[in-house]
């Protein structure tokens, strides 16, 4: 095993939602070039010393599909491989003796649980559900979008444009008429707004995106906002 | 196995044995309670005016509006930047085509209209543009710091695995390319509108080609000047990319692309056209 390595982890440990977290490192000996971050932190936990708790991360399929895990790799959502969800990243780029930094996905919108753990859900959920019944999730898949929320938490301004955008970009043609396409998409983008920050371009999100969602997804915000107000002017 | 524990803000190092040197330990004692005093009222400013901040962007239009405020005063700028230019380049037609046209620009609209009257209706237009840029883009500051939020004394983290181009870091500059240009702007109207000291060199009204010079004459304005049109390409970049993302025109790739294309274009073109002025002025070639 003469590929094996130890990584120095520093891992954010927070026992609930309502404490302070701080970084503490461990050593985790045994990892590979073929260790993705998730069994990284597997490792961590056998190896962890008698009494503590194992390090919680939330975890899913590990096959990059279904958009449950993620945690900040040094800074970057999910990992430094781009449009990789977590439990898809390799190792391999970290050195034997390296420091590796884990954090939970930041943002406002999603409040931290316990240790690596987050609460994603409920904000991703309030904007699709803005969108009413099922249309959303189906918006969401036709995307492409797995929810995993990695854009809102690698962008710096806290947007959550790329997954919103991609909402309103496959949303329309799943509306019945007009009306329902306004009422619908004002509601998306007034709840976005209460959620998330404002978007300012930079494509952090699109560099994270396990499903590659494009720049241009960013935009429908702005199409629809302007759309439904030119209806409003008619109105009156 | 645990190395080390390292809480989320750097421990203070202690008082009395490093930062300080020896020191009495009653004066080492009162030094240390000045610091935690100065640390809780630091904390409750900070926190105090965050909140402050946060009611009063919270009163303010949605995003997607600020947004397209800041587009269209952004834009107006954008156009007014190369307008300028153009008028700037006369200096090499020489002293009296440049005076003429700073002439030509006073009076435009008379004798139908009184002198100037263009011209204040212009720099009011500016103003209005002006004041709206800045406080949209206070207010989405705000709000973009709010929703990025993290625990107290964690810094992001530079990302692992990302090399930013020149293009890339003008994309994160906004705040800062902004602020640069707006000093500037305020230095470069009290300099040659006003001609205001110690900002303008010896100044004459009316003779804008000899201020012209005077000016640029002085190597830390030539300096600042190119700094400033380093900022404009920046900022006139990235900002025309956002104006077709803030319009909803970018849903198209090929016009994203292409508005892309046209900022980097249009910001690099004019900084390097103006910033050949203080250049050739510098070199004696403008006179």
């Known amino acids: 095993m003469h590929n094996t390595r130890t990584l120095t982890v520093e891992v954010w440990r927070q026992s609930s939602a309502e404490d302070d977290g701080r970084f503490v490192a461990y050593d985790v000996t045994g990892v590979t070039p073929a260790t993705t971050v998730l069994e990284l932190l597997d490792l961590l936990n056998e190896q962890l010393p008698d009494g503590e708790q194992p390090v919680k991360f939330d975890d899913g399929c590990r096959e990059g599909s279904c958009g449950k895990c993620g945690v900040m790799v040094d800074g970057v959502a999910h990992g430094p491989e781009f449009n990789t969800t977590t439990c898809q990243q390799h190792v391999r780029a970290f050195r034997n003796g390296q420091r590796v930094r884990l954090e939970p996905l930041r943002a406002e919108a999603f409040p931290v649980l316990q240790d690596l753990a987050v609460d994603k859900k409920k904000s991703l959920r309030t904007v699709v559900k803005a969108a009413r019944g099922p249309a959303g999730m189906k918006a969401l898949t036709n995307a492409g979008c797995i929810s995993c929320g990695a854009c809102v938490a690698v962008c710096p301004n806290g947007s959550g444009q790329l997954f919103v955008g991609s909402l309103l970009t496959e949303l329309p043609p799943l509306m019945k008429d007009d009306d329902e396409r306004r009422e619908r998409t004002e509601k998306v983008i007034e709840t976005a707004g209460e959620t998330f920050g404002p978007c300012s371009t930079l494509g952090d999100c699109t560099e994270v995106c396990p499903a590659g969602l494009p720049l241009e997804n960013l935009s429908a915000v702005a199409r629809e906002y302007l759309r439904n107000q030119n209806k409003t002017r008619h109105q009156h | 196995m645990t190395i080390s524990d390292s809480p989320g803000a750097p421990a203070r190092p202690d008082s009395s044995t490093t930062s300080r040197g020896t020191v009495p330990a009653t004066l080492d004692s009162a030094l240390r309670a000045a610091d935690r005093l100065r640390a809780r009222a630091w904390e409750t400013v900070a926190s105090t005016s965050v909140d402050a901040m ?130 500037f702007t305020a230095h470069h109207i009290a300099d040659l509108t006003v001609g205001a000291r110690p900002a303008a060199a010896e100044h004459v009204q009316g003779a804008a080609y000899d201020n012209l010079v005077r000016s640029l004459r002085r190597p830390a304005v030539a300096a600042l000047y190119l700094a400033a049109m380093t900022a404009l390409a920046a900022h006139t970049a990235q900002g025309l990319t956002q104006v077709g993302n803030d319009t909803g025109l970018s849903t198209d790739r090929a016009v994203r692309e292409k508005l892309e294309l046209a900022g980097r274009l249009a910001g690099t073109g004019v900084a390097l056209a103006n910033a050949s002025i203080p250049l050739a002025v510098q070199l004696r070639i403008v006179r």
Do not use: I
């Open chain 2, 54 to 183: 946060v009611k009063a962007t919270e009163k303010m239009p949605p995003t997607p509006q600020l947004k397209l405020a800041m587009a269209a005063s952004g834009t107006l700028f954008s156009g007014f930047t190369v307008v300028h230019m153009l008028g700037n380049l006369q200096v090499y037609q020489g002293r009296e085509a440049f005076d003429g046209y700073a002439r030509f620009l006073r009076t435009v609209g008379s004798p139908v209209l009184p002198e100037k009257t263009l011209l204040w209706a212009f720099r009011v237009t500016m103003l209005a543009a002006t004041a709206t840029h800045v406080t949209c883009a206070a207010a989405l500051t705000v709000r973009a710091q709010q929703a990025a939020s993290r625990p107290r004394g964690q810094k992001r983290l530079r990302p692992r695995g990302r090399r930013r181009r020149p293009w890339d870091v003008a994309k994160r500059s906004m705040r800062s390319t902004g602020v640069v240009l707006g000093l």
